[in-house]
């Protein structure tokens, strides 16, 4: 199976991008609305902040989750006993952001917000009848004025070949969100687990836009949409000595949303939380 790239400004749009979803986990989109100049600067700006010593003086506040991870605290995937070879920055608008980062990073949190509205205005068009019928309120009014939707930027290390055997970027797991929207990264290494149980390979041609289904999306559409197993590997060679940047948008909806008869978005977030180990 190969993942399809899909013309964000095609008139099917809309219908391919949810028939990908639906059929793989993940869509990608060209051609799309976020400025690859202000990805590129991000990218330059924050490796810059994970490769200088700034960092330790914004470390994670554990109540509102928000800073800096340090590898130390990194996660461990769901079901797997070795943490990620990862550091990464929480952001939220309300949240501790280094000044000189704070704008560039706030207008990609509102441009990535505005088309991921759609998005999922885009996948409640195209739900069958029978599927719209659990969502509990539109899915895009969902995260409307939500203070949960979080922008990470992620720092994975070049190798130094003392890595915990066994351990890679980011181990098999799925994400805990309604949709998740990640431009492609400065390297490859991510992976999405097929039907089938094989592992392909995400274009990560630079300039694409990657959305995948998170545990929620799949709870409010009573499986209808499958969360999607996704993994980053650990790179060969050369490719080694190469840091990796990566800026997952995770799409939350307001703690009191009912994404089922058995879970509003808050108890789902916090069960989560609590076997990732972070709270």
Known sequence: MKLETIDYQAADAPQRFVE?????????LSNHPIAQPLVEQIYRDWQAFFLSDDKQQYLFNPST???FFPASVSETAKGNSLKDI????????????????RDNIIN????????????LDWVEQYSPAEVAQHYREPL????????KTLLRI???????????????????????????VLPAANEPGLQVKGRNGEWIDVPSD??????????????????????TTHRVIN?????????????????????EVELSARYTADSYLMERLRELGVI
Not at 155 to 170: K, N
């Open 20 to 28: 990908s979803l639906r059929n793989t986990g993940f869509g990608v």
């Open 65 to 67: 989750q928000d800073g």
């Open 86 to 101: 990862k550091e990464y920055f929480h952001v939220y608008p309300w949240g501790q952001i280094p000044a000189a980062l």
């Open 108 to 119: 990609y949190y509102q441009l990535a917000n505005q088309l991921a509205a759609e998005l």
């Open 140 to 147: 895009s009014k969902m995260i409307a004025d939500s203070q």
């Open 154 to 180: 992620l720092h994975y290390p070049p190798l130094t070949g003392s890595e915990t055997p066994g351990a890679i970027r980011a181990a098999a797991h799925e994400d805990i969100n309604l949709l998740t």
């Open 206 to 227: 630079f300039g694409n836009l990657i959305i995948n289904i998170g545990d929620m999306l799949q709870e409010a559409s009573n499986g209808y949409f499958p969360s």
């Open 235 to 255: 790179p060969q060679g050369a490719d080694m000595r190469k840091s990796r940047i990566s800026l997952p948008l995770f799409l939350h909806p307001r703690p």
